[in-house]
């Protein structure tokens, strides 16, 4: 393992660990704050920000930790955030996405479909991490969700797979985890490569639409392996190598989406296409 990657490896558990410490806090401050924060269901979208995004966790996540820096980022930019929990096992707390994604993108669809209710918009934006990034495309292709639904937002996701070791990666990242692997957890047996649910995923195409794809990915990434079978196939995807933005950014799959600025500022591109700019390592402290 490279020196850095020692550090990394370590500096993202204990950025987690930290995150869980202040869950309440978060969570309170989200709940109770009128005018900012996120998950706040009087947000009214702007006329420069015209749809709420959706931010879907990864595999073990859960609607707090994983956006604790990127779900800031993007209300102070005006944006009203919403965050979803999902696939729940019974008896299994914290931890989530781990049951069948077919079910967890029914969630989704409820989900959504309250959100639009609430700030009276026509469409969202979706973005997600992991498999957040990719159980959103069965909800956009199977359940009705392209008509509901602008942009998709891909930080690292398994579009087409990975290996059950890659999933084992996670485990380092959230204590107690491992324990699950000797429960039954169908959201990882759908996210090993070939799988029934995979085939399914993408037979016909990787996209639908009327929506506007995009994927960042990082050349570390130790659970999406190899990293570009996160990349999708369609006339509407921009697939981002983020090495190709900053080629001093060693985030792997977990820090991409728990405290990456760089990603962050290229999933507000995303967001606001016409309002882009570039993407660069300064981009870090912007």
């Known amino acids: 393992m490279l020196p850095w990657k020692r550090v990394l490896r370590p500096l993202a558990a204990l950025l987690l660990t930290t995150a869980v410490a202040v869950v309440p806090a978060a969570t309170a401050q989200a709940a109770s704050a009128p005018s900012s924060g996120w998950n706040n269901y009087s947000c009214k979208p702007s006329a420069t920000h015209p749809r709420p995004v959706v931010l879907v966790h990864g595999t073990f996540g859960n609607s707090v930790d994983n956006w604790l820096a990127l779900a800031p980022y993007l209300t102070s930019r005006g944006y009203c955030v919403f965050s979803l929990d999902y696939g729940q096992l019974p008896g299994v707390p914290f931890f989530n996405g781990l049951g069948p994604i077919d079910k967890s993108a029914a969630q989704l669809q409820v989900f ?36 509901k639904v602008n942009a ?28 699950l692997l000797s429960t039954a957890t169908p959201g990882l047996a759908d996210q090993v490569t070939g799988s029934a649910f995979l085939t399914k995923l993408n037979e016909g195409g990787d996209t639908v639409a009327g929506v506007h794809y995009t994927v960042i990915a990082t050349k570390y990434d130790e659970v999406v392996t190899p990293y570009n079978s996160g990349y999708l ?49 300064a981009s870090a402290f912007s």
């Open 112 to 147: 959504v479909d309250k959100v639009l209710g609430a700030t009276g918009a026509a469409k969202a934006d979706l973005v997600g991490h992991s498999q957040g990034g990719m159980m959103p495309r069965y909800y956009l292709k199977f359940l009705g969700g392209a008509a």
């Open 152 to 179: 998709l937002v891909g930080i690292a996701p398994d579009n087409h797979g990975t290996t059950l070791n890659g999933l084992a990666n996670l485990l380092p990242y959230f204590p107690g985890a491992e324990d």
């Open 233 to 281: 196939n369609g006339s509407d995807v921009h697939n981002v190598l983020l090495q190709n933005l900053c080629g001093l950014d060693f985030s792997e799959h977990v820090a991409i989406g728990l405290f990456d600025r760089i990603a962050y500022h290229e999933v507000a591109n995303a967001l606001d296409p016409a309002h882009a700019s570039a993407t660069t390592c």
